[in-house]
């Protein structure tokens, strides 16, 4: 006989005062009512009700007995209820990671506003240029949701396109002073360029929009890294010419501190994706904050702006 059931039927009972209201209540015969109550006696072996034909009493037994099973149906719907409000409203932990330069510049603040929202969900924003290729990397080490500058194409991921992210091609003017300024693409061969690894299928094809179509260009240099805001210190510094996204170099640009490049042959844009394991059903806290995020992102207008932090103090961090 199933205890859980047993147990049912005997808070039940005794609720009801009667076996025949019990079982009506839940949808039972009475006699087989009477053999779940008859059936815990006998494997607690104990009596837990005094029976007439007039009324149930509960023994001594019994009232301990019932004490015990309503406290394990409290904890119950207790723990149902707070699995269903996963479902309806984000509570618990939430682990993101994400690439050093965004994460530093804008997820930094994003994350303190959704916070600042959901109070009862406790976020934690690793800060990393790693790739993610399976599903169980992300189980492996915890995490909810990843966000990337390129797609994994991978399908036992799910991702989320956040925005479209601009890029543009920039260097110092100590650079340009002593190298030139390519006049078209096709002069980068002749130039140094600092190298965004692990954010493209081949890191050293720089891929130009044109008035002609599309153009590729295999570049070579001797400063390469996995973040972006080394390769802005490296353009600064003057080692050659950069490929980045605007919201790392916004400032730079603007103080005259970096030059864009190449501006009659755009830089396609690149999306910034949210990706995170496929599952049955997306839990809601992941869901809650990539609907939180795009709101966020298309606020603060990215593609145009840094970090609000200035630029000197940027150059120190």
């Not at 360029?193 to 692990?198: F, N, R, T, W, Y």
């Amino acid at each position: 006989m199933d205890r859980f059931r047993t147990m049912e039927s005997f808070v039940r009972v005794v609720r009801a005062g009667s076996f025949t209201i019990a079982a009506n209540q839940l949808g039972l015969s009475r006699a087989l009512v009477s053999r779940h109550v008859g059936d815990l006696e006998a494997r607690l072996g104990v009596r837990l009700l005094n029976r007439s034909t007039r009324s149930l009493n509960l023994t001594e037994e019994g009232r301990s007995y019932l004490e015990f099973c309503e406290q394990v149906f409290r904890d119950i719907e207790g723990r149902e209820r707070a699995i269903s409000r996963t479902r309806t409203e984000p509570v618990g932990t939430l682990k993101i990671a994400a690439p050093k330069s965004f994460g530093s510049l804008h997820l930094a603040d994003a994350i303190v506003d959704f916070a600042r929202l959901h109070p009862r969900l406790r976020v934690t924003l690793i800060l990393e240029d790693v790739s993610f290729h399976r599903s169980y990397d992300f189980v492996e080490r915890g995490l909810d949701l990843a966000l990337r500058i390129s797609s994994l194409r991978n399908a036992s991921v799910i991702e989320h396109e956040i925005i479209p992210l601009d890029w543009v091609v920039c260097a110092s003017p100590d650079y340009l002073g002593h190298a030139g300024r390519p006049a078209v693409p096709g002069d980068l061969v002749d130039h140094a360029c600092l190298i965004h690894v692990a954010v493209a299928a081949n890191d050293q094809i720089w891929r130009f929009e044109g008035s002609k179509g599309p153009l590729s260009v295999k570049v070579t240099g001797t400063f390469f890294s996995n973040g972006a805001l080394a390769l802005r210190k490296a353009a600064l510094g003057g080692l050659g010419i950069a490929l980045l996204p605007r919201y790392s170099v916004a400032d730079d640009l603007a103080s005259g501190d970096l030059a864009t490049l190449l501006s009659d042959h755009p830089i396609a844009q690149r999306p910034l994706f949210a990706v995170y394991p496929r599952a049955t059903a997306v839990p809601q806290k992941v869901q809650t904050f990539i609907e939180f995020l795009r709101e966020w992102v298309a606020v603060h207008n990215m593609n145009r702006h840094s970090s609000g932090v200035p630029s000197s103090e940027m150059a120190l961090s």
